[in-house]
């Protein structure tokens, strides 16, 4: 099972190198819960699963475990890294930073008609996800949310960066659709966002921007406790202490 659902992730007409499809396959196997915090993994496995050799999967693990998403314990194996409360608070820092001067940034200069309308049909393509309970493509517009935001916004490569360093936060996101902040009131926030940048009020723009992407630090402790395997919680700490902004 875990095989053929690994196996619809390949995307046979990609043109990257097999080493970097399998990079990410397998990072968005993790991000995804498909290969769950501290499941083994295999290289033959692996290999055999997309038939290639060995050597592409090893560079995967490589740059995976320099993405603190799988650690590689000698004489034990590969796994997958449990999530980590640090790493999710420390990008959601970033990444609101990151977020809040993009919004802010189009709402000073204004996003054009067309980026906005974007924008807001994303934001009802969501909102039609709710009675289909459709929770995988909600993420996946959820994605493209922020995305197109930075790159109508003109600030691609603020995008690219956020996409780096959000893996373990991301990780949570995903738990947390359907089981964490109900969705429709992060729909309502999406468009908060583009109501504010649309009315040019960056003021506004950043307010909204923060209390999005907080959303996510007041579901965290709840879903550590209903997911507790899910976590590696050794050393950071109660997380409630540190879920305040």
Same mark, same amino acid.
């Given at each position: 099972?875990?095989?053929?659902?690994?196996?619809?992730?390949?995307?046979?007409?990609?043109?990257?190198?097999?080493?970097?499809?399998?990079?990410?396959?397998?990072?968005?196997?993790?991000?995804?819960?498909?290969?769950?915090?501290?499941?083994?993994?295999?290289?033959?496995?692996?290999?055999?699963?997309?038939?290639?050799?060995?050597?592409?999967?090893?560079?995967?693990?490589?740059?995976?475990?320099?993405?603190?998403?799988?650690?590689?314990?000698?004489?034990?194996?590969?796994?997958?890294?449990?999530?980590?409360?640090?790493?999710?608070?420390?990008?959601?820092?970033?990444?609101?930073?990151?977020?809040?001067?993009? %919004?802010?940034?189009? &709402?000073?200069?204004?996003?054009? *008609?067309?980026? !906005?309308?974007? =924008?807001? /049909? #994303?934001?009802? @393509?969501?909102?039609?996800?709710?009675?289909?309970?459709?929770?995988?493509?909600?993420?996946?517009?959820?994605?493209?949310?922020?995305?197109?935001?930075?790159?109508?916004?003109?600030?691609?490569?603020?995008?690219?960066?956020?996409?780096?360093?959000?893996?373990?936060?991301?990780?949570?996101?995903?738990?947390?659709?359907?089981?964490?902040?109900?969705?429709?009131?992060?729909?309502?926030?999406?468009?908060?966002?583009?109501?504010?940048?649309?009315?040019?009020?960056?003021? %506004?723009?950043?307010? &909204?921007?923060?209390?999005?992407? *907080?959303?996510? !630090?007041?579901? =965290?402790? /709840? #879903?550590?406790? @209903?997911?507790?395997?899910?976590?590696?919680?050794?050393?950071?700490?109660?997380?409630?202490?540190?879920?305040?902004?």
């Amino acid at each position: 099972m875990l095989t053929a659902t690994l196996q619809t992730l390949w995307d046979a007409s990609d043109a990257n190198p097999v080493r970097q499809r399998l990079y990410d396959v397998l990072r968005h196997a993790i991000i995804r819960l498909v290969l769950a915090p501290g499941q083994a993994l295999s290289e033959k496995e692996i290999a055999n699963t997309f038939d290639v050799s060995r050597q592409p999967v090893r560079e995967a693990f490589i740059r995976l475990s320099e993405a603190g998403l799988v650690e590689v314990r000698p004489q034990r194996g590969t796994f997958v890294v449990k999530i980590s409360p640090q790493a999710v608070y420390s990008a959601r820092f970033v990444r609101e930073a990151i977020e809040v001067a993009v %919004a802010k940034s189009a &709402a000073a200069e204004g996003l054009s *008609r067309r980026g !906005l309308n974007e =924008l807001f /049909e #994303l934001v009802e @393509r969501q909102r039609r996800c709710i009675g289909d309970e459709d929770f995988d493509r909600f993420y996946g517009l959820d994605e493209a949310f922020h995305q197109v935001l930075s790159f109508q916004a003109g600030h691609e490569s603020a995008w690219r960066f956020t996409e780096a360093v959000k893996a373990h936060f991301d990780r949570v996101r995903y738990i947390s659709v359907p089981d964490g902040t109900p969705l429709e009131t992060l729909i309502d926030q999406h468009a908060s966002i583009v109501r504010a940048i649309e009315a040019r009020d960056p003021e %506004a723009a950043e307010r &909204a921007v923060q209390a999005h992407l *907080r959303e996510l !630090l007041i579901s =965290l402790p /709840e #879903l550590m406790r @209903r997911f507790p395997a899910m976590f590696d919680t050794t050393a950071n700490g109660n997380p409630a202490r540190r879920a305040a902004p």
